[in-house]
Structures are given as C-alpha cells and as structure tokens.
C-alpha cells in the first residue's frame, strides 16, 4: 500500500517497553494496529486518548474493521482497559476484528478474551488478514 495516498493516516506511539503503529485506511475503513512489548495501562490510556481524538474521527460515523497485528505483543496486564476500549470501539461502529498471532497459541487467547463479543477472526499471517478483510467487504 502506497501511504502517500491521502486516504491513508499514520499514527506512532512510543512507550517505555514498547510502542504501537496505528494505520487508518479510510477508502477501506480499516484500522491497523501493530503493538509491541509490554504495555502498562498509561500507555493504553494514551492509546484510547489517540483512536478518541485522531482514529474515530477519521472514520465519520461508518462502520469499520480493526486488522491487529499482535506478533509482536507481549502479554500485559491490560485486560479490563482493552474491554473497556473495545466496548467503546463497538459504539463508535467497530464491526469486525482480525487478529494475526503468528501461531502464538497463548496470546491468541489472552487477546480473544479481551475483544469482548466482536467475535474476532484469528489468523496467523497478514495475508491471511487481508482476504478475510476482502470476504467481510473490507
């Protein structure tokens, strides 16, 4: 994907022990995510400040798709905050979510557990992400 298209915004935040890439792509409405390290919860504060002030706007009210790229996540103790944030992202229109694991059987579950009742899609590849993405109209 070329990013010097105009429908596509890039955000990076950097924290103590990790960061996280966030890509808008508004032609498509999808959100990539791409976290790393380990992740303490004032550093997800800043995330959900971000997706309130830069990511939900950009999207003007449509539904959209959250493609995670959590290979290189750690496991934090975040829980509570990411159902919080994603109770949130389902009333600002989060339809369908896809997370890629890389086979990594116990951050499949941790982060299943976190999506709440967006029923995520687990997959290991980006590729794989992106054809179900094309199946669900994304």
């Given at each position: 994907?070329?990013?010097?298209?105009?429908?596509?915004?890039?955000?990076?935040?950097?924290?103590?022990?990790?960061?996280?890439?966030?890509?808008?792509?508004?032609?498509?409405?999808?959100?990539?995510?791409?976290?790393?390290?380990?992740?303490?919860?004032?550093?997800?504060?800043?995330?959900?400040?971000?997706?309130?002030?830069?990511?939900?706007?950009?999207?003007?009210?449509e539904p959209f798709a959250i493609c995670n790229n959590a290979v290189y996540y750690k496991i934090s103790l975040i829980e509570e905050?990411?159902?919080?944030?994603?109770?949130?992202?389902?009333?600002?229109?989060?339809?369908?979510?896809?997370?890629?694991?890389?086979?990594?059987?116990?951050?499949?579950?941790?982060?299943?557990?976190?999506?709440?009742?967006?029923?995520?899609?687990?997959?290991?590849?980006?590729?794989?992400?992106?054809?179900?993405?094309?199946?669900?109209?994304?």
């Open positions: 994907m070329n990013n010097k298209e105009n429908n596509v915004k890039e955000f990076y935040l950097d924290f103590l022990n990790g960061h996280s890439y966030v890509m808008v792509d508004t032609k498509r409405n999808i959100v990539y995510e791409k976290p790393s390290g380990v992740w303490q919860k004032d550093n997800f504060k800043l995330f959900h400040k971000l997706y309130e002030e830069k990511v939900i706007p950009l999207l003007k009210g905050e990411i159902k919080k944030h994603n109770e949130w992202l389902a009333q600002n229109n989060l339809v369908k979510v896809v997370l890629v694991v890389g086979g990594h059987i116990e951050k499949k579950d941790h982060l299943e557990e976190a999506k709440n009742n967006l029923e995520p899609k687990i997959v290991n590849t980006l590729q794989e992400a992106e054809a179900w993405l094309k199946e669900q109209g994304f």
